[in-house]
Nanobody, 119 residues
């Protein structure tokens, strides 16, 4: 059972930045970030594979968000820049132990961290 601990959410003005962190209890195949806004379904934001560090972003995140990893700490970061009010959501870290047909199979989830962007 992979344990995930997130941190870094908060309140920020539009145009500002936040960095989310997610520490995993063990090395995984990939880690990702998802978000869920009130009244909406959870949506994919970005993921990174531990081996090689390849990344993939949702269109809404491209050009504004970056995802990186610290292998020594089993920690993944989501740097969010140029934040918009529509980025407001609970952000969840997720871990995958294997590749699925299209993308990593995310089986483990963090508790979520609130990001609120005000205009």
């Amino acid at each position: 059972q992979v344990q995930l601990v997130e941190s870094g959410g908060g309140l920020v003005q539009a145009g500002g930045s936040l960095r989310l962190s997610c520490a995993a209890s063990e090395r995984t195949y990939a880690m990702g970030w998802f978000r869920q806004a009130p009244g909406k379904e959870r949506e994919f934001v970005a993921h990174i594979r531990w081996s090689g560090g390849s990344t993939y972003f949702a269109d809404s995140a491209k050009g504004r968000f970056t995802i990186s990893r610290n292998s020594a700490k089993n920690t993944v970061y989501l740097q969010m820049n140029s934040l918009k009010p529509e980025d407001t959501a609970v952000y969840y870290c997720a871990a995958a132990m294997r590749q699925g047909l299209v993308r990593p199979e995310f089986d483990y989830w963090g508790q979520g961290t609130q990001v609120t962007v005000y205009s």
